[in-house]
């Protein structure tokens, strides 16, 4: 566990970091928003999310997301925030482990047992990529190809192999692109399916490795639209799970959208039952310690009619949270990552 002291570096540069990088339209537009979604003034809101940045780690967004214009003093200092999973990344996750969760190709070579799924890289025999591409598209006619930097859903794209009439330009196109890391389409759990059967929807469970147990210390459940990413960009949203796997409220984003129903399937998001839970626990155990000197993880699962499967591992891992006004939970998660790291 990492003490507190070793901590305060880590602390200080990131306030000195966030201070020089404050976008004061940004802070105003938030304010103005929760001001209005909660009915304080906007002074009192940017004053007091000035001081909860600077005092207690609480980012902007955060702020926002977790309604802290109408929770207590105590009430807050239960909610894990984005400043402190930071520190806790730069604390725990060791730097030599790191480059295999930020490339998406070392990623699926680190964890290919526990892929379920074929995949492919192109521009590393680029006499044979077209071939290759074309016999893998014969056996998956849908596929997604990803560009191996990428975040928020950004650089993974679906393809139809019918649409394609040149495999070798088309080829071309993707290693042009950057998009050489060719996937399978996961089918997914027909439970989870029936919430949104167009998006492949995940389950980011966050974990810490302390090199015998692993902790699971949050879990939510995100939500697509059809895109090919459930992530917010997409039209996304996501509702927390509790220890068994159950949806803890409606859904919501970081847009003050709420979503008591799902809006395309009109599926009750409080209703949502992850299933295979306990066989999802085991799973993130097992891949918790392939890279033990990354630790601390948000998992992205995927349920299938199989067993749980991995899309990636983000060592920098996001936070996800109750939200208060959705949930009627007015605590968070802050002290069971506290208890499992010492953070």
Not at 70 to 76: M, T
């Given at each position: 566990m990492a003490s507190s002291?070793?901590?305060l570096p880590v602390r200080v540069k990131y306030a000195v970091d966030r201070a020089l990088r404050i976008n004061t339209?940004?802070?105003?537009?938030?304010?103005?928003?929760?001001?209005?979604?909660?009915?304080r003034a906007v002074p009192a809101v940017v004053l007091d999310m000035l001081w909860s940045a600077a005092r207690h780690d609480v980012g902007f967004q955060d702020y926002v997301d977790y309604d802290f214009a109408?929770?207590?003093?105590?009430?807050?200092a239960t909610y894990m925030t984005h400043p402190i999973s930071n520190r806790m990344s730069q604390l725990l996750d060791k730097p030599e482990g790191r480059a295999t969760f930020h490339d998406k190709i070392a990623f699926n070579r680190a964890f290919a047992p526990y892929l379920g799924r074929?995949?492919?890289?192109?521009?590393?025999?680029?006499a044979s990529d077209a071939d290759a591409l074309q016999a893998f598209a014969e056996r998956h006619p849908t596929f997604i190809a990803k560009t191996p930097q990428g975040s928020a859903g950004l650089g993974v794209h679906r393809y139809q192999a019918a649409e394609v009439s040149d495999w070798k330009a088309f080829t071309a196109e993707l290693?042009?692109?950057?998009?050489?890391?060719?996937e399978e389409v996961i089918l997914q759990h027909e439970d989870i399916a029936a919430y949104c059967p167009g998006t492949v929807n995940t389950t980011r469970v966050t974990a810490y490795f302390d090199g015998t147990k692993t902790h699971i210390l949050a879990a939510a459940q995100k939500f697509g639209r059809g895109a090919v990413s459930d992530q917010m960009s997409f039209g996304g949203f996501y509702t927390m799970l509790d220890d068994n796997g159950h949806a803890?409220?409606?859904?919501?984003?970081?847009?003050?959208?709420?979503?008591e129903l799902h809006p395309d399937t009109h599926k009750r998001i409080a209703d949502f039952q992850l299933p295979m839970w306990d066989e999802v626990v085991a799973y993130v155990d097992r891949i918790a310690r392939v890279i033990p000197s990354i630790p601390y993880v948000g998992w992205d699962i995927v349920v299938t009619p199989n067993g749980p499967v991995v899309i990636e591992g983000n060592w920098a891992a996001g936070v996800y949270e109750n939200k208060p006004s959705v949930s009627g939970i007015r605590t968070g998660h802050r002290e069971?990552?506290?208890?499992?790291?010492?953070?």
């Open positions: 002291a070793s901590s339209g940004s802070l105003i537009a938030r304010a103005k928003e929760t001001a209005a979604h909660h009915h109408i929770l207590s003093r105590a009430e807050r074929e995949w492919l890289v192109l521009g590393e025999n680029p290693v042009g692109r950057g998009e050489l890391l060719i803890r409220s409606a859904g919501y984003d970081s847009h003050e959208n709420v979503h069971r990552y506290r208890a499992a790291t010492g953070i």
